[in-house]
């Protein structure tokens, strides 16, 4: 058994239409290891929400095996793959899937809410670090319809990070955002992989692929392309390069 | 999950949507109120007419003159005055099982005290009918057995005859015309208030039957004859003596048929058991079909409510909630919705049984037993119909809760 985080093999998972049956993800394996930042590309429909809903424990695979951590997922109950959802991984939505009406700290601290381990001690305090993180330290009260699209979805990447989980994926969590935004949520995930996050992204935008280690490409639910990426780019130093443009326009 | 935190997510959700929160609520508000008002209603009104019988006197038998029928033709009852003093006094001479005797004429028309005047009912009545149905006086005395042999001029007012005709003024002592006839006002009865049936039964003059059936009426005819027997456990006897004695004074043959009716205490009660019983079995259904349309009400709200929230279930599913997690959630929130509906339906139950029992002049009695068996019906439909479709999107994969549309 290798250290991989997660390894899958031969993964399919067929919708069926009435007579047509959808093959949304086709035979495939995949290994990733511990600390890896890999970047999901693929045309629309090729795929990758449907995978990473199985990597994240929210759908089961038609056939296949998954293990994550060593553990084959398909061997866990209901009650001890919430655990898992809750402890372990750090999922975000690409449509933020936040709760109506309700604050974004609230939101935030939805999944201590289901912490049985009182891994947290200070639940609200930690919810509110996870909101700075993410540079919304100002708007802990404001509900989602009063939160810009890039708010939102910055808001459910500090839901995803709030209990500290070891892996965190994210499923086009910069197809809203204006580039300054998105070069910032990628200095973050830079900075969360380097202190051992493993991170998984989905995204369409080759631009933000450069920032991942290694690249994965779908096509019609199988592996169209697994390459290294030898020299990420560092979103940091271009967020500090987009500033100084900026400054330099307005002088 | 802590228990406190679930009972907080569940208060804030409950805030979060006021309107559909009150929406649930209603059906058991309605539910519960409805049964409260029916129940404490039918039951006061029971507990009314029970009093109200109680109160027509000890041991009481009242005879009425019977229909006669002659050659198949029946007069219809009272047709014939077949009552008369002469058997009233043959009751007083010879019945052993009766305690007092009384004969009962009644007579109407307008009485006038100084500038005042007002129509009312008249009724002869011996000194002892008092004791027979248990009046009590206000004010002054009843006549006595001298006054009613002397046909005097006295007369005892109900409490409403005393109102309109000495508003301002102690009848007692002062002088009245009944029908033109002087009377002096010798005592005012203490208030009886309305009968089951809703008339007012202070709107009388007491006075002496001889007076009243010789000054006022024809001198022949009595209506009733009222008299207590000796005990409750021998009006069966008190019956036959009274119908032996009745008949031998009416020379009825052997084969004659009585000319007289007598009733007493247990039929009446058993009318008015069956009277309110039916009463009652009307008002609980009724109540019975509002509590069931409010049960459907809070099952449709609930099923709404729990759809329309699927994707909320969905993403706490997703961030790690358990299925027990998010049953219990819905669990107490039904609950805590059920219980504050229940203890608004209760209070609003409470005033409306309250406020129609005055409408109506019925007192309202609240039964513990059915607010709580009610309460807990009422919570139970709403656990259940929001555990049932909880419990389905707690089983969902977190995926398809969230797609739910
Ligand atoms: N719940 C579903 N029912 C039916 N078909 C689905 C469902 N989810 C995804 N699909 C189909 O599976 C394929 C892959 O979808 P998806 O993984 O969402 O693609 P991507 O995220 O790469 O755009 C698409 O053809 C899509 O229509
Ligand atoms: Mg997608």
């Known amino acids: 058994m290798s250290a991989a985080q997660i390894r899958l093999s031969h993964i399919c998972k067929f919708f069926s239409l009435g007579e047509v049956e959808v093959r949304a993800l086709d035979d495939l394996s995949l290994e990733i290891d511990r600390g890896e930042f890999v970047a999901i590309m693929g045309s629309s429909g090729s795929g990758k929400s449907t995978m990473m809903n199985i990597l994240g424990c929210l759908d089961t695979p038609t056939s296949g095996g998954y293990h994550f951590d060593g553990i084959a997922v398909e061997t866990l109950n209901r009650r001890q793959l919430a655990d898992l959802r809750n402890t372990k991984i750090g999922f975000v939505f690409q449509g933020f899937n936040l709760l109506p009406r309700t604050t974004a700290l609230e939101n935030v601290g939805l999944p201590l809410l289901y912490d049985r381990h009182r891994a947290v001690a200070d639940p609200q305090a930690r919810s509110i670090e996870a909101l700075q993180?993410?540079?919304?330290?100002?708007?802990?009260?404001?509900?989602?319809?009063?939160?810009?699209?890039?708010?939102?979805?910055?808001?459910?990447?500090?839901?995803?990070?709030?209990?500290?989980?070891?892996?965190?994926?994210?499923?086009?969590?910069?197809?809203?955002?204006?580039?300054?935004?998105?070069?910032?949520?990628?200095?973050?995930?830079?900075?969360?992989?380097?202190?051992?996050?493993?991170?998984?992204?989905?995204?369409?935008?080759?631009?933000?692929?450069?920032?991942?280690?290694?690249?994965?490409?779908?096509?019609?639910?199988?592996?169209?392309?697994?390459?290294?990426?030898?020299?990420?780019?560092?979103?940091?130093?271009?967020?500090?390069?987009?500033?100084?443009?900026?400054?330099?326009?307005?002088? | 999950m802590r228990w406190h935190k679930l009972i907080l997510v569940a208060l804030k959700s409950i805030a979060r949507n006021k309107m559909r929160s009150l929406l649930t609520m209603l059906g058991i508000i309605i539910g519960v109120a409805s049964v409260i008002t029916m129940v404490a209603l039918g039951e006061g009104s029971q507990a009314d007419i029970e009093g109200q019988v109680a109160s027509l006197g000890t041991n009481l038998l009242m005879?009425?003159?019977?229909?006669?029928?002659?050659?198949?033709?029946?007069?219809?009852?009272?047709?014939?005055?077949?009552?008369?003093?002469?058997?009233?006094?043959?009751?007083?001479?010879?019945?052993?099982?009766?305690?007092?005797?009384?004969?009962?004429?009644?007579?109407?028309?307008?009485?006038?005290?100084?500038?005042?005047?007002?129509?009312?009912?008249?009724?002869?009545?011996?000194?002892?009918?008092?004791?027979?149905?248990?009046?009590?006086?206000?004010?002054?005395?009843?006549?006595?057995?001298?006054?009613?042999?002397?046909?005097?001029?006295?007369?005892?007012?109900?409490?409403t005859v005393a109102d309109e005709l000495f508003p301002d003024q102690d009848p007692v002592g002062a002088r009245l015309r009944i029908r033109n006839v002087p009377f002096k006002v010798i005592g005012v009865m203490a208030e009886k208030g309305q009968s089951a049936m809703g008339n007012d039964q202070d709107d009388i003059i007491f006075a002496p039957d001889n007076t009243v059936l010789y000054r006022l009426s024809n001198g022949k005819t009595i209506h009733d004859i009222s008299a207590s027997a000796i005990s409750s456990e021998t009006m069966d006897a008190a019956k036959e003596e009274l119908t032996a004695l009745l008949r031998s004074e009416h020379r009825l043959a052997a084969t004659a048929e009585d000319d007289f009716v007598i009733r007493d205490q247990t039929e009446i009660v058993a009318i008015a058991t069956r009277v309110t019983g039916t009463l009652t079995l009307l008002l609980s259904s009724i109540a019975g079909v509002s509590l069931l349309v409010g049960g459907i009400g809070i099952m449709n709200i609930m099923l709404v409510s729990v759809t329309e929230r699927t994707r909320e279930i969905g993403i706490r599913l997703a961030v790690g909630a358990r299925p027990l997690d998010v049953l219990a959630q819905f669990l107490i929130e039904a609950a805590i919705l059920s219980l504050l509906g229940g203890l608004i339906g209760i209070l609003s139950g409470l005033s409306a049984a309250w406020g129609v029992g005055k409408l109506l002049g019925v007192s309202a009695v609240v039964n513990p037993t059915v607010v709580l068996i009610t309460v807990l019906f009422t919570g139970a439909v709403g656990v259940f119909f929001g555990f049932y479709p909880a419990r389905k999107a707690a089983n969902l994969n977190p995926i398809d809760a969230l797609r739910y549309e």
């Open chain 1, 133 to 251: 993180r993410v540079g919304l330290g100002d708007r802990l009260d404001h509900e989602p319809n009063q939160l810009s699209g890039g708010q939102q979805q910055r808001v459910a990447i500090a839901r995803a990070l709030v209990t500290d989980p070891p892996i965190i994926l994210a499923d086009e969590p910069t197809g809203n955002l204006d580039s300054h935004t998105t070069l910032e949520v990628m200095a973050l995930f830079q900075e969360l992989n380097r202190e051992g996050l493993t991170l998984v992204v989905v995204t369409h935008e080759t631009e933000v692929a450069e920032y991942a280690g290694r690249l994965i490409e779908l096509r019609d639910g199988m592996l169209l392309r697994d390459e290294v990426n030898p020299q990420p780019r560092d979103a940091q130093a271009d967020l500090l390069e987009l500033q100084t443009e900026k400054s330099d326009a307005l002088a």
């Open chain 2, 63 to 159: 005879v009425r003159p019977g229909s006669v029928s002659s050659g198949g033709v029946s007069g219809g009852a009272g047709s014939r005055p077949s009552l008369t003093m002469d058997d009233v006094a043959r009751l007083e001479k010879y019945a052993t099982q009766l305690r007092w005797v009384s004969a009962e004429i009644r007579a109407s028309g307008q009485v006038i005290a100084g500038s005042n005047n007002w129509s009312t009912t008249i009724k002869g009545v011996a000194p002892n009918y008092l004791s027979i149905r248990n009046y009590e006086m206000e004010n002054g005395s009843f006549f006595t057995a001298r006054e009613s042999k002397m046909r005097a001029k006295v007369a005892v007012l109900g409490k």
